[in-house]
């Protein structure tokens, strides 16, 4: 079983920055993707960023330009950078580790808000 600990989320004003950790318990050398995704209040769960085993990173629309994916394998851990934070930002923000050949893993989530 791996752990996943996010941090890093808070309250911020409109055009702020924050920077959300991911913490695994095992290393990140040897995955195939990591994601972030979020849930804002009374809405689907959506997929923000992803990262895949080679680093190749993509992103959804709604944040491309402002957010950006990055690991430091030595750390074990992997980051969202999100600048120019917008109140529609706003949700819970969770990671998720899938490892070669199985696992599947998430974090708890850190709640992200944003204040017009």
């Known amino acids: 079983q791996v752990q996943l600990v996010e941090s890093g989320g808070g309250l911020v004003q409109a055009g702020g920055s924050l920077r959300l950790s991911c913490a695994a318990s095992?290393?990140?050398?040897?995955?195939?993707?990591a994601r972030w995704y979020r849930q804002a209040p009374g809405k689907q769960r959506e997929m923000v960023a992803h990262?895949?085993?080679?680093?190749?990173?993509n992103y959804n629309y709604f944040v491309e330009g402002r957010f950006a994916i990055s690991r430091d394998v030595a750390k074990n851990t992997m980051y969202l950078q999100m600048n120019n934070l917008k109140p529609e930002d706003t949700a819970v923000y969770c990671c998720?580790?899938?490892?070669?050949?199985?696992?599947?893993?998430w974090g708890q989530g850190t709640q992200v808000t944003v204040s017009s």
């Open positions: 095992r290393s990140i050398a040897s995955i195939s993707s």
């Open positions: 990262m895949t085993d080679g680093g190749i990173t």
């Open positions: 998720r580790i899938l490892y070669f050949p199985t696992g599947d893993y």
